[in-house]
């Protein structure tokens, strides 16, 4: 009997966070060719050659990013007689009207029937971000920023009454028209390429410390972060470590 071929390290991988995650963005990185037709199962966004690294790597996390944005879901809140629901816009199949009450049909065939007219249930959405509810904890992961308009943000402490303690990859990526941005002490994790590509992005405002930090969370950032400059924090040290400008 033929012996199974054992997989590279970084095709174990792939598979491993496939299993957990179909929707993540994979890109596999090797000098070795002959593995771009075995990563091909586990479907990368990109295969990048290490001899090509310097010229392709940009291109294909800005693609990422993009694609990123794509996949960003928002929510609508319904207000049913049992409770405040929240629902993602994906998984809405259709409204049904009647009578001053409205049937929110999904896509597993639940239907929630709502005191409300569509134009009143538009209302409920958030207008400003989309997002992610941490489940277990009632929290809430901001994974996009839906405005184009303003150079200034302030990023809430709640949304829908949820806490908010996350910044998702690439959450605000891509916006050229901000300048500033504060940050509330509420946030305490900050995932990859956050500000991304927001090329006039000057200053960010970090009002309290930020204890989980993936690498490249500050993406291409060029600007100055305003933190408490306490060697003890986890900010101020992946700022010293990562050449950050700090005030």
């Known amino acids: 009997m033929e ?8 095709i174990q991988t792939f598979e491993k966070l496939r299993e957990e995650n179909s929707d993540i963005i994979l890109i596999f990185v090797s000098a070795h060719e002959q593995y771009v037709f075995e990563s091909i199962e586990y479907s990368p966004f990109r295969y990048i050659r290490k001899s090509r690294i310097e010229k392709e790597l940009f ?8 694609r990123l944005g794509e996949m960003q879901d928002s929510y609508i809140v319904i207000k049913t007689s049992e409770a405040d629901v929240r629902i993602k816009h994906s998984d809405i199949m259709y ?26 249930l538009e209302i409920s959405k958030d207008k400003k971000y989309s ?18 308009n303003v150079d200034s943000l302030h990023i809430p402490e709640k949304i829908d009454g949820l806490k908010v303690t996350s910044l998702g990859e690439a959450s ?15 946030v305490t ?10 090329v006039n992005l000057e200053k960010v405002y970090f009002a309290g410390d930020v204890k989980n930090i993936d690498d490249w969370a500050f993406g291409d950032f060029a600007g100055t972060i305003v ?9 101020y040290k992946y700022a010293v470590d990562n050449k950050i400008s700090m005030e």
């Open 3 to 10: 012996q199974m071929r054992k997989l590279p390290i970084g």
């Open 59 to 66: 291109l294909d996390l800005k693609a990422a990013y993009a």
């Open 95 to 120: 409204f049904e009207t009647a009578a001053r009450k409205v049937g929110v049909h999904l896509n597993n065939g639940e239907i929630l029937n709502v005191r409300k007219t569509i134009k009143e």
């Open 131 to 148: 997002y992610r509810i941490n489940e277990g904890e009632n929290t809430v992961e901001i994974i996009g920023y839906l405005k184009k």
């Open 172 to 186: 605000f990526a891509y916006h050229e028209e901000l300048k500033c941005i504060k940050v509330p002490k509420t």
């Open 189 to 198: 994790s900050m995932k990859m390429a956050v500000f991304g590509s927001s």
């Open 227 to 235: 933190i408490e400059k306490n060697k003890c924090t986890k900010l």
